[in-house]
């Protein structure tokens, strides 16, 4: 019915900068908030930032400053720049959506996922 996927992860020294982008297709009718959380090895999965269809914004302190989420509602598509990065932003990084599809049901839908890695 409805897939998300990521693209853009990848190998990036510290200091350097990421785009990841998830675009959403299938019987969509409109999508909710949308957002970017992270999960490293051994942790648990964490809010990284969420958008809201009026673009309003949010982010987890740690990336304050450093990330900007935004989207583009009408490719259905969030982007996460990710810019100064640290090691310890290495995770999997998942995009998630809320979304009402045309046959009426809402549910939350996952990507899954994309690797960041920043070596020091």
């Known amino acids: 019915q409805v897939q998300l996927v990521e693209s853009g992860g990848g190998l990036v020294q510290a200091g350097g900068s990421l785009r990841l982008s998830c675009e959403a297709s299938?019987?969509?009718?409109?999508?909710?908030?949308m957002g970017w959380y992270r999960q490293a090895p051994g942790e648990q999965r964490e809010l990284v930032a969420v958008i809201t269809s009026g673009g309003s914004t949010n982010y987890v302190d740690s990336v304050k400053g450093r990330f900007t989420i935004c989207r583009d509602n009408a490719k259905n598509t969030v982007y996460l720049q990710m810019n100064s990065l640290k090691p310890e932003d290495t995770a999997v990084y998942y995009c998630?959506?809320?979304?009402?599809?045309?046959?009426?049901?809402?549910?939350?839908?996952w990507g899954k996922g994309t690797q960041v890695t920043v070596s020091s």
């Open positions: 998630t959506a809320d979304i009402w599809l045309v046959a009426g049901w809402r549910n939350d839908y």
């Open positions: 299938g019987s969509l009718f409109r999508i909710n908030d």
